[in-house]
Nanobody, 122 residues
Framework: QVQLVESGGGLVQAGGSLRLSCEAS????????MGWFRQAPGKERELVAA????????YYTDSVKGRFTISRDNAKNTVYLQMNSLKPEDTAVYYC???????????????WGQGTQVTVSS
């Protein structure tokens, strides 16, 4: 079983940047596709970005393309979400998730972190 812990959230002004980190323990991160999800008040949880187990494939939801970058360092058991040009609409709790590496990177995710709050002020 893999456990995930997010860090790096906080308060930032519009136009600013944050980098979220997700550190895995219990199993090697290379065994999993990884995704970043977010959930804003009153909205359903949304897949923001995903990366395959090897890093060869990535996915971004349209609203963050060109602004966010997902990356991973399997040697450090860590996945990152670099968020630039942040907008108030990006305000949400951001969750790291892990899924079986043989699944679609926009498909099933089985393991979840507890989330980290990102707040973007105008």
């Amino acid at each position: 079983q893999v456990q995930l812990v997010e860090s790096g959230g906080g308060l930032v002004q519009a136009g600013g940047s944050l980098r979220l980190s997700c550190e895995a323990s219990g199993r090697p991160l290379r065994n999993y596709n990884m995704g970043w999800f977010r959930q804003a008040p009153g909205k359903e949880r949304e897949l923001v970005a995903a990366i395959s187990w090897s890093g060869a494939r990535t996915y971004y939801t349209d609203s963050v393309k060109g602004r966010f970058t997902i990356s991973r360092d399997n040697a450090k058991n860590t996945v990152y979400l670099q968020m630039n040009s942040l907008k108030p609409e990006d305000t949400a709790v951001y969750y790291c998730a892990a899924g079986d590496r043989y699944s679609s990177i926009i498909g099933r995710y089985d393991y979840w972190g507890q989330g980290t709050q990102v707040t973007v002020s105008s």
